[in-house]
């Protein structure tokens, strides 16, 4: 086709056959004169000499090539659901971006949009660092002297005040009941001494603490070692695993530094819930280079009677994903320009979308497709829920 079209088509400027060669510059492949571009490398046949016209007609005819392939994909997904994708595998591929590089785009650009809008940032200001310190019992302190009363007067907790409550009445009643008020007393304080002998001797000496939990083999000791970490960040600022190193002597080995990482990163968490959850979510675009491969196998499974191949349907849910993107980049913007919030109403279209698609890419029934469509988003949902969970709890303890 390209040697009948080339014939006619003796075109201008460097393609001029007076600068055809015999020989491809490129690859040195062997070459006619009705060739105008070479059948191995496909660079351009021609000998000429380049000239400043001719670079910047390349560099712009490449970029308005690249722009035509981009509309005619939009316009083709937007359009005509599952049939581009019905194009791509029967091999009109030259006129449509490479899907993978399309897909990967798309959810670059969705990644910057939602780093930048930072939608949770409200949820900064929940101040969970205080919340998780007043439900605790006993208020951290590290390097401070084992002075209960110097402790009590900073940070007045409730059972301070009950002790004080029950001495003011065993004054009252010197020559009554002291002994049941006693025992109650003594009861609370055994509830809060365990707690407290940990805390203290952690307090008093630090290093030797760790290194006693250290030797201790029980269940809680990455969590024992978490919550050492956690006092050391926050009331002797900690930075670094080296830190704690140095000035508590906390040995070098995987599990140290594990516990140390994870206990920074529940810190940071705390700090900036909003952030976090901003960040975690950004991540989702690139997540889904892992997930989609593994839902096509459902695909495919759902399809087992169709001539398609695992990479057709690779290449479908590639599509229907960067439909996707499509709309949720439409989305946020029009939420950020007329500060609407128009998600929901994109996914219902995009459910829309992907039932066509289903129904134009496999050519099966309404009945059939409805099935097929209840099953595959049953199991996205489920493995969505999963990745979900472990995205979250990774981005938790790696933050
Ligand atoms: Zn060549």
Redesign the pocket.
Known sequence: MAKEKGKKLITKGRYELEFRGTA?L??G?ILHLDDKY?P??S?ANSTKKLVLKDFLDEFFSNLINYDSKLLATLYAMVIKPGTITRDYINGKRIRYTNPFRFLLSLAFLYFLLVTYGNAFSNLDDLNLKDKIEKTSPVSFSINTTEDESQDSLQKPNVLQEVFKELDSVAEVEENGNLFVLDSLKHFINTKANEKRLADSLRRANPSHYFSELETDTGSSRFLDKMEFFWELIEKDSIKTFEDANTKYKVSSTFANRMAFNSTKSANRVVEQPGTWVNDTIAKLPFVIFFFLPLFTIFIYVAYIRKKYTYTDHLIFSFHNQSLLFILLILSWIIDFIFDWSTAGIFLILFSIYLFQAMRKFYGQGIFKTIVKYLFLNSVFTFLAIITLILLFAGSGFTY
């Open positions: 491809c490129n690859c492949h070479c191995n490398c660079q």
